[in-house]
């Protein structure tokens, strides 16, 4: 199941977003989280492990592109989405460039447009996800390290008595 965070200070935005997400993905299994005010999605996804933010730019407290930025430093592997109704390039810039944002996206949206940008950062998240589970964790890269130091440090070859093989 894919959890999605959706976060707009403005109720009916959110609705809408909500609908349209659960229209176009009603054969599928997702999680939405709604939020109204960004620190409360921040402390949420302190606490939750989220696939997708997808955020309003324009809001009170922390504007988009701060919430994305914190969001990138507690959960970097979470894919970001900004939604705006400007269409500012410096804003766009910062945003793509500081919060490292996967795609920004213009309101009103258009519906196969996010549907195409949901489905795509979901399959990023899930090749970033597969990609970790792959990689071999610190400790296994400093056995390694240590094992072509000195060979037979963390491999011990023993005889059929137990007595230690050099």
């Not at 959890?3 to 609908?19: E, K, S």
């Not at 989220?50 to 969001?71: K, T």
């Not at 910062?94 to 309101?107: D, E, G, S, V, Y």
Request: with cysteine; hydrophobic share 50%.
């Amino acid at each position: 199941m894919s959890r999605i965070l959706l976060v707009d200070d403005d109720p009916h935005v959110l609705h809408a977003l909500q609908r349209a997400l659960r229209l176009l993905f009603q054969h599928e299994q997702l999680h939405i989280d709604a939020f109204t005010n960004p620190m409360a999605a921040l402390e949420h996804i302190c606490t939750c492990d989220v696939d997708l933010v997808i955020s309003d730019y324009r809001m009170p407290q922390l504007n988009g592109a701060e919430l994305l930025e914190a969001l990138k430093e507690v959960a970097p592997d979470t894919v970001r989405i900004m939604l705006s109704a400007s269409a500012e390039f410096d804003t766009m810039l910062h945003t793509i460039n500081q919060a490292q944002a996967f795609r920004f996206m213009l309101k009103p949206w258009n519906p196969v447009e996010l549907e195409e940008n949901v489905r795509l950062a979901l399959a990023l998240r899930a090749r970033l996800v597969a990609s970790k589970a792959a990689a071999p964790s610190a400790q296994e890269l400093e056995a390694a390290r240590l094992e072509a130091e000195e060979p037979g440090m963390l491999h011990v070859r023993r005889n059929a008595d137990g007595a230690i093989l050099l």
